[in-house]
């Protein structure tokens, strides 16, 4: 049984900075993709970061590209979302999600999810 716990979010205001944290267990993840979502209210959810566990490569949303960074610590199966210079847009639950295999971008290319984590930026 694969397990997702996000972490970290909260409330900042406009230009601040949150990390958010997503703990994974269950399976090994050294062949997973980790990826980030986000869902604002009346909106669909949006990918928002990827990384792949055995090549750290990554892929962004274009409208958090420059301002969001994903990392992983193996060790730890652990995936990283560090947020800046957060804007009021940027508010949405986030959500941590699995795949086996590289690369996904759609929702439907994952296959495990948690049960997200709140941010809201006010202005």
């Known amino acids: 049984q694969v397990r997702l716990d996000e972490s970290g979010g909260g409330l900042v205001q406009a230009g601040g900075s949150l990390r958010l944290s997503c703990a994974a267990s269950g399976r090994p993840f050294s062949r997973y993709a980790m990826g980030w979502f986000r869902q604002a209210p009346g909106k669909e959810r949006e990918i928002v970061a990827r990384?792949?566990?055995?090549?750290?490569?990554?892929y962004y949303g274009d409208s958090v590209k420059g301002r969001f960074t994903i990392s992983g610590d193996g060790a730890k199966n652990t995936v990283y979302l560090q947020m800046n210079s957060l804007k009021p847009e940027d508010t949405a639950v986030y959500y941590c999600?699995?795949?086996?295999?590289?690369?996904?971008?759609?929702?439907?290319?994952?296959?495990?999810w948690g049960q997200g984590t709140q941010v809201t930026v006010s202005s």
């Open positions: 990384i792949n566990w055995n090549s750290d490569r990554t």
């Open positions: 999600a699995a795949r086996q295999g590289i690369g996904g971008v759609r929702i439907s290319d994952f296959d495990y």
